[in-house]
């Protein structure tokens, strides 16, 4: 077992662990600890507790002491340089016209260091910057690129809920959020409504999507079938909040829907896709039913057509037949009139009889 002390340097920021060195500390307690970065100044919210050696990272780092007065004023002293920087270091991206927005200054409490953090959309060369500022305040300079959600961390704001925001409240880190979360909760998918300031996903997605996972296992899906109280009947919506669903029964007229509770809703299984299979078979069917009648009509309208009967002005030419004499032929309505072909010797021949 080992000792250790949760120490905070941010109102908002992670807890980390450090050695007490067998000092007695109590929480809310302002030491000053030995960093990676040099001596910070930081507050303890977890006291003297003893935890097995492998929950920590070792080596830890050591307390140095608990703060005093003058290291409080040294405190607000570097806030104020820190504030200084951050205008002066504004002044020259806007000079050297660098795409770079200046997001907030830190200082290290001994001033062996000052951290600029910026955001930007891609890559920025800033050395010419840090020269500048290294011969302004005379002193290490580190420039962070930073993203948008740390940004509204630094920052702070309200949310649409109307609360402060929850990164800067009590989440200590970051988790990934995604748009299934969004659709598991039956949220409107509309960006505008599901983003919070800084332009990404609202991190309370992540946070409420455990609650809504649990609930999901008692609550059937949308268009799921389900056996209730009053008989089977497929589930139109739901709520998961409310425990609630809302189901058309098989034998209920059209559009009524009834109102069961979850738990009293057992999901048939496989029911769902029998009627899918029923419904493509009878569609299937209707179609079948309307090929074989239009090919009925179709073979109808050919025999209606070979029965009917010779038209009437075929009349004359059989009579004209039977008498012995020639068919008389026809005229044309609106043409030329054709030319009979000639006879022997080249003279025309003539209807007229011969002398």
Same mark, same amino acid.
């Given at each position: 077992?080992?000792?250790?002390?949760?120490v905070?340097f941010?109102s908002?920021?992670?807890k980390?662990f450090?050695?007490?060195?067998?000092?007695?500390v109590a929480?809310?307690?302002d030491?000053?600890v030995e960093?990676?970065?040099?001596?910070?100044?930081?507050?303890?919210v977890?006291?003297?507790?003893e935890?097995?050696e492998?929950?920590?990272?070792?080596?830890?780092?050591?307390?140095?002491r608990?703060?005093t007065?003058?290291?409080?004023?040294?405190?607000?002293r570097?806030?104020k340089?820190a *504030? &200084? #920087?951050?205008? +002066?270091?504004?002044?020259?991206?806007e000079? %050297?016209? !660098?795409?770079?927005?200046?997001v907030?200054?830190e200082?290290?409490f001994?001033m062996?260091?000052?951290?600029f953090y910026?955001?930007?959309?891609?890559?920025v060369?800033?050395?010419?910057?840090?020269?500048d500022l290294?011969?302004v305040?005379r002193?290490?300079i580190?420039?962070?690129?930073?993203g948008?959600? *740390? &940004? #509204?961390?630094? +920052?702070?704001?309200?949310?649409?809920?109307? %609360?402060? !925001?929850c990164?800067c409240s009590?989440?200590?880190?970051?988790h990934?959020?995604s748009?299934?979360?969004?659709?598991?909760?039956?949220l409107?998918?509309n960006?505008?409504k599901?983003?919070?300031v800084?332009?990404?996903l609202?991190?309370?997605?992540k946070?409420?999507?455990e609650?809504y996972?649990e609930l999901q296992?008692?609550?059937?899906?949308?268009?799921s079938?389900?056996?209730?109280?009053?008989?089977r009947?497929?589930?139109?919506t739901?709520?998961?909040l409310?425990?609630?669903?809302?189901?058309?029964?098989?034998?209920?007229p059209?559009?009524?829907?009834t109102?069961?509770a979850?738990?009293?809703?057992?999901?048939?299984?496989?029911?769902c896709?029998?009627?899918?299979?029923?419904a493509?078979m009878a569609?299937?069917?209707?179609?079948r039913?309307?090929?074989?009648a239009?090919?009925?009509?179709?073979?109808?309208?050919t025999?209606d057509?070979?029965a009917a009967?010779?038209p009437?002005?075929?009349?004359?030419?059989?009579?004209?037949?039977?008498?012995?004499?020639?068919?008389?032929?026809?005229r044309?309505?609106g043409?030329?009139r054709r030319?009979?072909p000639?006879?022997?010797?080249?003279?025309?021949m003539?209807?007229?009889?011969?002398?």
């Amino acid at each position: 077992m080992t000792t250790i002390i949760g120490v905070r340097f941010k109102s908002n920021g992670k807890k980390y662990f450090f050695d007490p060195q067998q000092t007695e500390v109590a929480a809310g307690t302002d030491v000053i600890v030995e960093t990676a970065r040099g001596l910070e100044y930081g507050e303890c919210v977890q006291g003297n507790t003893e935890v097995p050696e492998e929950s920590v990272v070792q080596p830890l780092k050591r307390l140095v002491r608990v703060a005093t007065d003058l290291d409080r004023k040294v405190v607000r002293r570097n806030k104020k340089r820190a *504030d &200084e #920087a951050f205008f +002066i270091c504004k002044r020259k991206i806007e000079d %050297r016209g !660098l795409e770079m927005n200046l997001v907030a200054v830190e200082c290290t409490f001994d001033m062996n260091k000052m951290l600029f953090y910026f955001t930007a959309d891609g890559r920025v060369d800033f050395r010419d910057l840090v020269k500048d500022l290294a011969g302004v305040f005379r002193t290490r300079i580190e420039l962070r690129q930073i993203g948008v959600r *740390d &940004e #509204a961390k630094m +920052i702070g704001g309200l949310g649409t809920c109307g %609360r402060e !925001l929850c990164c800067c409240s009590y989440l200590e880190s970051f988790h990934p959020v995604s748009i299934n979360m969004a659709k598991d909760q039956n949220l409107s998918l509309n960006p505008t409504k599901i983003s919070g300031v800084c332009g990404r996903l609202m991190c309370c997605l992540k946070y409420e999507h455990e609650a809504y996972a649990e609930l999901q296992k008692v609550t059937p899906k949308q268009g799921s079938v389900v056996d209730t109280p009053d008989g089977r009947g497929k589930v139109i919506t739901t709520q998961m909040l409310r425990g609630t669903c809302k189901v058309q029964l098989d034998d209920s007229p059209e559009y009524t829907l009834t109102e069961f509770a979850c738990a009293d809703c057992c999901v048939v299984k496989g029911a769902c896709r029998n009627r899918q299979n029923q419904a493509a078979m009878a569609e299937e069917r209707r179609k079948r039913n309307e090929q074989a009648a239009a090919a009925e009509r179709a073979a109808k309208r050919t025999t209606d057509d070979a029965a009917a009967p010779a038209p009437q002005d075929a009349a004359p030419a059989e009579d004209d037949a039977a008498e012995g004499g020639a068919p008389r032929r026809r005229r044309r309505r609106g043409g030329r009139r054709r030319h009979k072909p000639a006879g022997e010797g080249g003279a025309p021949m003539s209807d007229a009889p011969q002398a």
